[in-house]
């Protein structure tokens, strides 16, 4: 534009490119250009787009950019009170999240319960049974969050019948957001287990946007399993041929269906060349469904854990999928009503009717 307010000041382009080992000089000043190139040319552009309008429009076009201008203020101050508005809920929420993770984990007892002590009851009154029942006894809500997670529709098709037994050392779930750079990361707590040395399991999506959910990447713990309890691995047993010196069976490995596939995320190469099209596509589905489950956990899980160890929260979302389907329903009667009365054929049409 001829008056100075949409030229692009591209003169510290290349300060603001992070220095990298993987990047010579010459390659940062390669990726410099591009990035100028491109900028340039979508604002040459819109440049081109305002001066093919007539005069009296392109006037009127430029107000309606000053109008959007002020609603784009008004809505990055609305993305800032929200942000500071869920901080502040956030906080509100942990001492219930503390306390929900001292009844689940058997560290409180709630009121009302008592729980029998040995001294309570003579030995010699116990019988084998008994005795063997206060042994197995077991504190909290076990498997808390496995049966919360089961319980969800999206969750359920993830966690394979081999990794529940993994699943119910899992403590807590917790998540928390980031800010360099914008994100969010979950934290899964275990117990000590027979299955891997980890005690905290960790996933964490970067975001470009965070207001709009545009990922990034995302990173996952690599978890410490001990040997033969590799739940993202199966292990094929074949018999050697007929005829063979070697009698010993032989090994494969191959990955499988897990739920803590979850924590080795989908990963974008460097070289976007080397991906075709199939390839990409493929990826991006990998990806959304990645983010769809650690939102899922984020947004659903966490926060109404307990709905969902009952199976109140699915059936709640099943109504609402009825609640729907019932809208549409209506619309459709609706419709098939009103050209009732414009147009009886048309009307006799959508109802399979032929005339």
Known sequence: ?????????????????????????????????????????????????????????????????????????????????????????QKLYEPLYSKRYEIVNGVVEVEGITVESAAETPAEQKTGDETSADQKEEKGVPAFWLNAMKNHEILAEEIQERDEEALKYLKNITWYRISEPKGFKLEFQFGTNPFFKNSVLTKTYHMIDEDEPILEKAIG????????????????????????KNTKPITKTEDCESFFNFFSPPQVPDDDEEIDEDIAEQLQNEMEQDYDIGSTIRDKIIPHAVSWFTGEAAQDEEFEVMDDIICVLMLGVKMVATLEICCPVSALGLMGVTA
């Open 1 to 89: 534009m001829s008056d100075g307010k949409d030229s692009l000041d591209l003169s510290a382009l290349g300060a603001a490119i992070p220095n990298s080992a993987e990047l010579s000089a010459e390659d940062k000043a390669n990726l410099v250009a591009s990035i100028k190139n491109t900028l340039e040319g979508l604002a040459s552009r819109h440049t081109d787009v305002l001066e093919s309008l007539e005069p009296k429009v392109r006037k009127r076009v430029e107000k309606l950019r000053e109008i959007q201008g002020e609603h784009d203020e008004l809505e990055a101050k609305f993305f800032e009170e929200r942000a500071a508005l869920e901080a502040k809920y």
């Open 221 to 244: 713990t690599e978890i410490e399993w001990y040997p033969g309890k590799c739940l993202t691995q199966k292990v094929l047993k074949k018999k050697p041929r007929k005829g063979s």
